[in-house]
C-alpha cells in the first residue's frame, strides 16, 4: 500500500538480513526481562554523553548484535523517564552511535475495549499519531497529530498471530475527555507514552521501526489507571517479554523485507 500523501515509506536495504537491532524499552520493569532473558550485559563505556541516565545493554542472540536502550531514571527524581522526551533524545542518539538496521519499540500501553482491547493482549502497532499535540491551525494542526505508519511485519503478525492496532501517544498516562476525543479521532485501540516521539525520530533518520505494545489498563473501563496500571504491570511485563524473544528469534537470519 502506498504511504498516505506527505509521508515517505521507509525502504531499507531488503536483501541484507538483519543484524543490528536497537530495542527501546522506557521503563526498567519492562526492560529487565529481556535483558535477563538474552543474557545483555550494561555497556560500562556508554556511547551517550557523560551525565545522561540512558543505559545500553548488549549482547547477542544468534546472528544478532541486541542493543536495548533504557532511558534510564530522572537525575533528580529517581523515577523512570518515561514520556515523548526522553523516549526522542535516546533514539536519536542510539541510531547516532548504533546505526541499527531495525528499531523495535516495546512496551506497556493502555487499551479501549470499545476497540477490542482486553488487559494482557499484545498489539503490532500499524500506525502511530500524537493525542495530546493540538494546533487548530490548518496544516499545523496535522503536524500535531503527527500520524506515521509503522514499518509493516505482516509476515510476523501472521507467524506468531498478534492483533494488529493503531496507537495514540501523549505524555500523561491518565486521559482527561479531550485526549480521549482526539484518540478515538485518531482511531486507536492503544495509548502510550513514547510509540509516536519514536516513530517520529525512525521516519526523519531513515531506519525501519515497529512496536509492540502490551496492555496493562482499559482506559474506557471502571478502575483508575494508575491503579490498574500497577496492579497489572508485573504479569503483563511477563506476557510483553515472551512476545519479544519470540519477535526476535523470528527476526533472526530474515533481511527487513521479510518481516
Ligand atoms: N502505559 C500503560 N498504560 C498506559 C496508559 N493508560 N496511558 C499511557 N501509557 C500507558
Request: with cysteine.
Amino acid at each position: 500500500m502506498a504511504a498516505p500523501e506527505g509521508q515517505e515509506a521507509i525502504v531499507a536495504e531488503p536483501q541484507r538480513p538483519i543484524t543490528n537491532i536497537l530495542i527501546i524499552i522506557a521503563m526498567q520493569t519492562e526492560a529487565l526481562p529481556v535483558v535477563n532473558k538474552f543474557h545483555l550485559t550494561e555497556d560500562p563505556h556508554s556511547p551517550f554523553p557523560q551525565g545522561v541516565p540512558w543505559v545500553r545493554y548488549h549482547g547477542t542472540y544468534k546472528d544478532l548484535n541486541i542493543n536495548l536502550i533504557w532511558p534510564g531514571k530522572d537525575p533528580t527524581l529517581g523515577v523512570d523517564s518515561v514520556g515523548t522526551i526522553s523516549s526522542a533524545l535516546v533514539t536519536y542518539a542510539a541510531i547516532q552511535a548504533l546505526q541499527p538496521d531495525l528499531i523495535i519499540n516495546a512496551g506497556t500501553a493502555g487499551g479501549f475495549k470499545a476497540k477490542g482491547a482486553s488487559v494482557g493482549d499484545i498489539f503490532i502497532v500499524s500506525d502511530c499519531a500524537f493525542h495530546d499535540r493540538r494546533i487548530p491551525i490548518p496544516v499545523f494542526d496535522l503536524y500535531g497529530v503527527g500520524l506515521r505508519k509503522a514499518f509493516e511485519t505482516p509476515n510476523l503478525t501472521k507467524e506468531l498471530d498478534l492483533k494488529v492496532a493503531r496507537l495514540s501517544t501523549g505524555d500523561s498516562l491518565d486521559t482527561t475527555e479531550q485526549d480521549e476525543s482526539s484518540i478515538l479521532a485518531n482511531d486507536a485501540t492503544v495509548k502510550d507514552m513514547e510509540g509516536a516521539a519514536v516513530a517520529y525520530v525512525a521516519e526523519l533518520l531513515k531506519v525501519p521501526a515497529f512496536f509492540i505494545k502490551a496492555v496493562t489498563d482499559i482506559v474506557d473501563g471502571d478502575k483508575p489507571t494508575a491503579e490498574e496500571f500497577l496492579q497489572n504491570l508485573a504479569s503483563v511485563t511477563a506476557a510483553l517479554d515472551v512476545a519479544v524473544e519470540k519477535v526476535i528469534s523470528f527476526i533472526n537470519g530474515k533481511c527487513v523485507s521479510e518481516l
